[in-house]
């Protein structure tokens, strides 16, 4: 992850937590300031659940886990959750808001090799969640090739899940003031984008599993949640 986001993040998005409602806002995920709702936030875990087919006997990896607002879902549904983010603060907020017996919480650069950090606990699942934006598609080729290091045989899952998903991206810049911002972004060559980073088409995705010998099932967000972002399970049977 580039210095420009470290920056963005530890930055722009470093206010104390104090509260359950106050992990939403520091990790962005909100409507119009405001914590999403609770239902919206359920039906995103179910999804991830369901999506990666999760099990007590899994040992899952979180790539961007922020302040562990998801990681301490999914540890009632794993065997074992290895959670990781870049950002200092959000991992020391992680283990002081979302501690589970079953998580442990990483300071950790998604680009570097996964050996360094998961011992003697081999993933067979991995997730990203509304963060590949962040990424370029080299960086996601990276981030794959590593985490297949580490599950060199047998099933392979990677959920990336609340990916923007570029050929809805004027369903989100839908006004004028969103349009000009999001032109003006662009002119700049911002990578942050006002916060929201790289917007993907789905056929990067798919070239980068058909690349990697990968099953990419790509779709949008079911409903309920967002109506701009998509989804994409890399798999091996």
């Avoid at 986001?5 to 470093?14: G, L």
């Avoid at 039906?43 to 990896?61: K, S």
Wanted: net charge neutral.
């Amino acid at each position: 992850m580039t210095e420009a986001w470290k920056s963005f993040w530890d930055n722009y998005r470093n206010q104390e937590a104090r509260s359950d409602a106050d992990l939403f806002v520091q990790v962005g995920r909100t409507v119009q300031g405001r914590p999403i709702s609770a239902e919206e936030f359920s039906l995103g875990v179910r999804h991830l659940v369901e999506m990666l087919a999760l099990e007590q006997t899994d040992v899952l990896f979180e790539y961007c886990c922020g302040n562990g607002l998801v990681s301490r879902e999914m540890a009632a549904h794993a065997g074992f959750v290895i959670a990781s983010d870049f950002a200092e603060h959000l991992i020391s907020t992680a283990r002081q808001w979302s501690r589970r017996p079953n998580v442990t919480y990483h300071v950790w650069n998604a680009l570097e090799p996964l050996s360094e950090i998961v011992g003697e606990r081999r993933p067979n699942k991995f997730l990203m969640a509304y963060a590949l934006a962040h990424f370029s598609p080299d960086d996601l080729e990276c981030i794959v090739r590593n985490a297949m290091v580490v599950r060199r045989h047998g099933p392979f899952a990677f959920l990336l899940q609340g990916i923007p998903d570029d050929s809805r991206k004027f369903s989100f810049y839908d006004t004028a003031e969103r349009r000009q911002r999001f032109a003006e972004s662009q002119a700049k060559g911002s990578i942050i984008n006002d916060g929201m980073g790289r917007w993907w088409k789905a056929s990067e995705i798919v070239a980068l599993a058909e690349r990697l010998g990968l099953q990419a099932d790509v779709k949008p967000e079911p409903a309920g949640l967002t109506h701009y972002r998509m989804d994409a399970l890399l798999r091996r049977t």
